[in-house]
């Protein structure tokens, strides 16, 4: 689940992701503020939670953009997971008494964190919420599994492409001009490529009028374009509430 907003502490991002698939009461919603609380400012290239460090706790970005690694013995990095506001960070990662990967903050952010066991006694208190986190993990669940057959499957080009494209929806942005906050190297680190492969890619996607890529600015020009170049099909972000007691 992610948001654009840049809240200030005191303002949920995860009631109005929530209220979007069920109502929620007030209790509901006083137990999903708990886990906006203290919130905390992590400069970029903060690290969160260490990899290998004991984790008892999980993370709530309220602004900014983070992401968990994973650094193999020959030093180099796979980025796992980019996370944005209003998701919170080591869900999948929850049920391990020591953290699998490293959470840093990719930008200036600021971010709550909390116990894991105050989501448990969340699921004690309501089942409503309970099916709800368990739809945020089962989309980040799919996110992982979109981004494993992008770096198998896919060629350059259209790993790239589909990036691009799932940012910009995950960001529910309208406008096409954004920004990405990630550098050549850490996005190739993202798909599997070199950093100068990446930029050898993006001068071919503008020269195919797909976009314009300067600076850390994405103009996409054409994104329908980019759709059909990758394959893109944006069901995998889309969780269902059908089983569920919503």
């Not at 203290?38 to 999980?58: C, I, M, W």
């Not at 960070?89 to 971010?111: I, P």
């Amino acid at each position: 689940m992610d948001s654009t907003v840049k809240a200030p502490d005191n303002r949920s991002l995860l009631i109005p992701q929530f209220e979007n698939i069920s109502t929620l009461s007030d209790r509901e919603m006083t137990l999903l503020q708990a886990l906006e609380q203290d919130a905390r400012h992590y400069p970029v290239n903060a690290t969160l939670t260490a990899e290998g460090e004991f984790s008892d706790r999980l993370f709530m970005l309220k602004s900014g953009w983070a992401c968990a690694t994973r650094i193999l013995a020959d030093g180099q990095r796979q980025v796992l997971d980019i996370f944005l506001p209003g998701q919170i960070l080591g869900l999948r990662e929850m049920g391990m008494r020591h953290s699998l990967t490293e959470f840093y903050a990719m930008t200036d952010a600021l971010a709550c964190p909390f116990p894991k066991q105050r989501l448990t006694e969340i699921f004690e208190q309501s089942p409503k919420l309970t099916d709800l986190f368990f739809l945020a993990m089962a989309r980040e669940q799919s996110m992982l599994i979109e981004r494993v057959t992008n770096i198998g499957r896919r060629n350059a080009l259209e790993r790239l492409a589909h990036f691009i494209v799932e940012i910009k929806v995950r960001l529910t942005l309208r406008n096409m001009p954004f920004e990405l906050p990630i550098n050549q190297s850490m996005l190739g680190d993202t798909l599997g490529l070199s950093s100068v492969h990446i930029s050898r890619t993006f001068k071919q996607l503008k020269t195919l009028g797909l976009l314009d890529h300067q600076n850390g600015n994405l103009h996409i020009l054409d994104l329908e374009g980019l759709i059909e170049l990758s394959g893109f099909d944006r069901a995998y972000l889309d969780t269902s509430p059908e089983w569920t007691r919503l």
